[in-house]
């Protein structure tokens, strides 16, 4: 499985943006979808996943202001990331496990990373 994931950049605090990331390969195998991201100095941390069925999960820091979706039909996961907040800076990785609960209790594929940084 290959994930290829874009959308990232320059966007003022407040702003939004979307990331999307495509699925290629033995994609059959794929339950849940996530978007992982690290910032500088830190651990990497679980944004938001989804499942086949649509069953999300959020990092507290991020509810009410990302939107984790899946387009089966194009193999696609999308992070919608709107109110940004300067913290929200860091690279974003997209992951997929072959596990289909929602919360990713482990990670089988990585995406590359796409940098996202909020700032005035």
């Known amino acids: 499985v290959q994930l290829q994931a874009c959308g990232g950049g320059l966007v003022e605090p407040g702003g939004c943006l979307r990331l999307?990331?495509?699925?290629?390969?033995?994609?059959?195998?794929?339950?849940?979808m996530a978007w992982y991201r690290q910032a500088p100095g830190k651990e990497r941390e679980l944004v938001a996943s989804i499942n086949t069925g649509g069953r999300t999960k959020y990092a507290d820091s991020v509810k009410g202001r990302f939107t984790i979706s899946r387009d089966s039909a194009k193999n696609t996961v999308y992070l919608q990331m709107n109110s940004l907040k300067s913290e929200d800076t860091a690279i974003y990785y997209c992951?997929?496990?072959?596990?289909?609960?929602?919360?990713?209790?482990?990670?089988?594929?990585w995406g590359q990373g796409t940098l996202v940084t909020v700032s005035s």
């Open positions: 999307s990331c495509a699925s290629s390969g033995s994609i059959f195998s794929i339950g849940d």
């Open positions: 992951a997929a496990s072959r596990r289909n609960s929602a919360t990713m209790p482990e990670v089988d594929y």
